[in-house]
């Protein structure tokens, strides 16, 4: 009987310890998960981000002497954001290929920020 009851009480302790610790690692999680401070267009630059999409995904068709609009450059691609971003994220562009859904974001954030020469 004795020993049954202190190996009850450790067994209490133990399934205590594994609930505290997997409450601990949910909150971490929640916290990530739900963090308003972290917003995903907040670091999207054209030099960064959206010219090497282009360059890797568009530039083959719009480039010089390439279909309408010419990407090539920042004042072509900035000058076309608006349709750009349309054609993106309706995924009719690139033609024959897709990006991923980050690079369709970053490309929405930084035309939404004003296609800025960043
Ligand atoms: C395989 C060739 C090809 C690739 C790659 C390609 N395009 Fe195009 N794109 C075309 C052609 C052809 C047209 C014109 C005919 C059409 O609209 O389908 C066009 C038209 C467009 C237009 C004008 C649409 C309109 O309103 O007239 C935009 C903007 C555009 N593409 C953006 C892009 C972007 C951004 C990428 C890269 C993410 C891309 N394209 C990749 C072939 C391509």
Redesign the pocket.
């Known amino acids: 009987m004795k020993i049954n009851l202190k190996f009850k009480k450790e067994f209490l302790i133990l399934l205590l310890s594994v609930f505290l610790t997997s409450c601990l690692t949910n909150v971490e999680e929640a916290l990530i998960e739900e963090n308003p401070n972290v917003d995903p267009c907040e670091t999207i630059t054209y030099t960064l981000n959206v010219k090497p999409?282009?360059d890797n995904?568009?530039?083959?068709?719009?480039g010089n002497g390439?279909?309408?609009?010419n990407?090539t450059t920042y004042n072509g691609?900035s000058a076309?954001a608006n349709?750009?971003k349309?054609?993106?994220v309706s995924r009719?562009?690139?033609?024959?290929?897709s990006?991923t859904n980050d690079?369709i974001q970053a490309?929405s954030c930084w035309v939404d920020a004003g296609a800025l020469n960043n």
């Open positions: 999409i282009i995904n568009c530039i083959v068709c719009h390439g279909n309408f609009p990407l691609t076309n349709s750009v349309a054609e993106v009719r562009m690139p033609q024959g290929n990006l690079e490309i």
